[in-house]
């Protein structure tokens, strides 16, 4: 007899099935259309571009699981049960596809394969569903926060894997156990639950069976109408979220034209940022349905982990229930013009005085953020916590004026001096005064224009550094030559501050500078100014063949230009955020070091490149006080200790400046020495002439 079953053995007055059916697609559809037109409330925003990129990166995150892959046993778990329900699915797709089509394909040979392979991923999918829930009950990690909604989708999954291997038992019990041994065998799960029900009546096993199959059709059309409501609902958010992520890179904020929106309305002034849950673009609400809420972000988080307010996890939480609350009320008001948005409902911000309880977030987790992106390096589904974050510091800033008084003054320095800094004795010339280096505006010309940067320029650490480079440069032999007096602010401080138009306005004067002189190339020790000038100029036109001093030297050693001496007995590396993850560049600082090192010499921290942990000075905290209960710099210093490295390379004026920080606090006895990679280097240089 050909290895085969009836589909719907045992089962009378199937029709129904159907009206089930139909009220559980129902439910599905009306919880995906109430979320899409929450998100229609959003502006318009461009993610349809590119869509063999968009394509190509869905599969790698959905099938992949590449992100899922750096968490190695919360991967495990997502595997077993996303390709456990995969194959159920897809086992009961061929089942329906055979009934509708009349053609009988699940028999011979390859009936055996499918029911072997259904029950083995279905008990796969038990177990990992078993290890979620000791991963919730037992380890409870820190970062991860179970809800009732938790609770039910694991208990629903677990719920239908067990009746069906149960209705599966019963029916080979019947059928197959004593008929046909062999077939009975290719159904692991089921065999084994039909072992253990031998012995009870037939008649009694079929009316088991029948009553269990409308039950498991229920729990099954329970869960089909749940899917799009609850927290399984990232099974068709999260997807469409990574479909419609970024490709510009996590380093590039929103470009909203100020100019051009004040010229055309001068009221415009009381919207910019995003001061109400309607001002964010559809996107960035698609984003709030999307997030799973499974922490990891919150886990990685320097801000929230030196004890601020801040977590990305709760914030993303927050603004997601803000939404739902808020929204009907926003799209009545749509429909009905005379209609007041949400009157009674809670404000978006909550100011730092004066507070209610009734904001979806505060100013204190707005200004937490270090930018350092983290969180979306984490996040499974590419949420996009930074331009959110962002968009509401412009509003802050640029709308109501409230900030600290220390963003509020190097925000006043930029305006007024072109750089952030309070209290400098010096200006853009002084560190080059007795050097003999090209200087553009006196008529010289060059290869490339070295872009110091106004920590580079005004801070006496970091002068030695760009002092340094100089001297790696001229010899390699490259020609370069510097802007001097004529260098202004890249912008970005204000831009990650919030405010936009300094930003732009210090943009636009860059790009006019670089156009007067034909700068094609620049280099740059600064990661904040090759970020701005590689991803967020191209929107003023500016456009560049940008380079990070570490890439450049790396290329010289490479091509014999610079030789170096493997001098250092211990080193290790500290990558700065917006040079690592935000640019991705890993290797070429380690590539310098291992060649500085002496052999075995050079050893990364157990947090680093792309899970490095930030200095704490992005975002503008270069500038402001961090007064969390646990300095960030601090936090850093000691992985630095745990690494037992002699010396820490850095590659950013800024994570320099808060080293130095740590270690007048923290290391007093000067046991650690940090360095940036060119002093490394032209230390190096120096010793081997």
């Not at 394909?105 to 083995?120: A, N, T």
């Not at 929106?261 to 984003?287: C, H, M, Y």
């Not at 306005?505 to 620049?522: D, H, L, Q, S």
Request: with cysteine; hydrophobic share 40%; glycine share 8%.
């Amino acid at each position: 007899m050909e290895p085969t079953r009836e589909i719907y053995w045992n089962i009378v007055g199937g029709a129904l099935l159907y009206v089930l059916a139909l009220v559980a697609v129902a439910f599905f559809a009306w919880g995906v259309l109430r979320r899409v037109r929450l998100w229609h409330l959003g502006n318009p925003e461009e993610r349809w571009d590119r869509v063999g990129e968009r394509v190509g990166g869905l599969l790698m995150e959905v099938i992949g699981l590449r992100r899922h892959r750096r968490r190695s046993f919360p991967a495990l778990i997502h595997v077993l049960i996303f390709y456990g329900f995969l194959a159920q699915f897809v086992a009961t797709s061929m089942i329906s596809l055979q009934e509708w089509s009349g053609v009988h394909f699940l028999r011979g040979s390859f009936y055996q394969g499918y029911s072997l392979l259904s029950d083995v991923f279905g008990i796969l999918a038990i177990v990992g569903l078993c290890m979620a829930l000791w991963r919730r009950l037992v380890l409870r990690p820190a970062h991860l926060h179970s809800f009732m909604d938790d609770w039910f989708s694991l208990g629903l999954l677990l719920v239908l894997f067990f009746q069906g291997f149960v209705l599966e038992g019963c029916r080979i019990a019947v059928t197959e156990l004593h008929q046909q041994p062999d077939l009975a065998a290719w159904s692991p799960a089921g065999h084994a639950v039909a072992l253990l029900l031998d012995g009870i009546g037939s008649d009694q096993l079929s009316a088991m069976h029948r009553s269990l199959w409308w039950i498991h059709g229920a729990t099954a059309f329970l869960f089909i109408g749940y899917l799009s409501h609850g927290k399984l609902g990232h099974i068709l958010y999260g997807p469409l979220n990574i479909f419609l992520r970024n490709l510009d890179g996590s380093g590039k904020l929103s470009h909203p034209d100020i100019e051009a929106v004040l010229d055309s309305d001068p009221d415009a002034l009381e919207n910019l940022g995003v001061g109400r849950i309607d001002q964010f673009t559809w996107k960035q609400l698609l984003n709030l349905d999307a997030c799973v809420n499974c922490g990891r972000c919150e886990e990685v988080c320097p801000a929230h982990s030196s004890g601020a307010a801040l977590s990305p996890r709760k914030l993303v939480q927050d603004l997601k229930q803000h939404l739902h609350q808020a929204g009907p009320a926003f799209l009545d008001a749509t429909s009905d013009a005379e209609a007041d948005p949400a009157p009674d409902l809670p404000t978006l911000v909550e100011p730092s005085s004066g507070a209610t309880g009734r904001a979806a977030v505060t100013e204190e987790e707005i200004w937490g953020c270090r930018t350092c992106g983290a969180c979306q390096t984490e996040c499974p589904v590419f949420v996009e916590h930074i331009p959110t974050i962002i968009d509401m510091r412009r509003n802050l800033v640029m709308t109501e004026a409230r900030m600290g008084e220390e963003t509020q003054q190097f925000l006043k320095n930029i305006e007024d001096r072109a750089h952030p800094w309070v209290g400098t004795p010096h200006d853009r010339e002084g560190w080059f005064a007795d050097l003999d280096i090209k200087v553009l505006g006196r008529g010289d010309t060059a290869e490339y224009l070295f872009w110091v940067g106004c920590t580079g320029a005004m801070v006496d650490r970091n002068i030695k550094v760009t002092r340094a480079m100089v001297r790696v440069l001229q010899a390699a032999g490259v020609d370069f030559a510097v802007l001097g007096a004529e260098e202004s602010c890249t912008g970005d401080p204000a831009r990650r501050a919030g405010e936009e138009l300094s930003f732009q306005t210090c943009a636009k004067t860059n790009v006019e500078t670089f156009e007067r002189y034909g700068v094609e190339k620049i280099i740059t020790t600064c990661p904040h100014c090759l970020n701005s000038f590689k991803n967020e100029y191209a929107d003023f036109d500016g456009r560049y063949e940008v380079v990070h001093h570490t890439e450049l030297i790396a290329d010289l050693v490479r091509s014999g230009r610079l030789r170096l001496r493997k001098e250092i007995p211990s080193l290790t590396y500290h990558d700065p955020c917006y040079l690592g993850r935000h640019n991705e560049v890993y290797d070429e600082p380690r590539e310098i070091l291992g060649g500085l090192s002496q052999p075995g010499g050079f050893r990364d921290m157990e947090r680093s490149r792309s899970r490095a942990l930030c200095c704490g000075s992005g975002g503008g905290y270069a500038w402001m006080d961090d007064s969390a209960p646990e300095r960030i710099n601090h936090q850093r210093l000691e992985d630095v200790r745990s690494s037992e490295a002699s010396t820490a390379a850095v590659s950013c004026p800024f994570c320099m400046q808060m080293f130095d920080e740590a270690l007048g606090a923290k290391d007093p006895e000067g046991s650690i020495r940090v360095a940036d990679i060119a002093e490394l280097v032209a230390d190096a240089l120096d010793e081997q002439a």
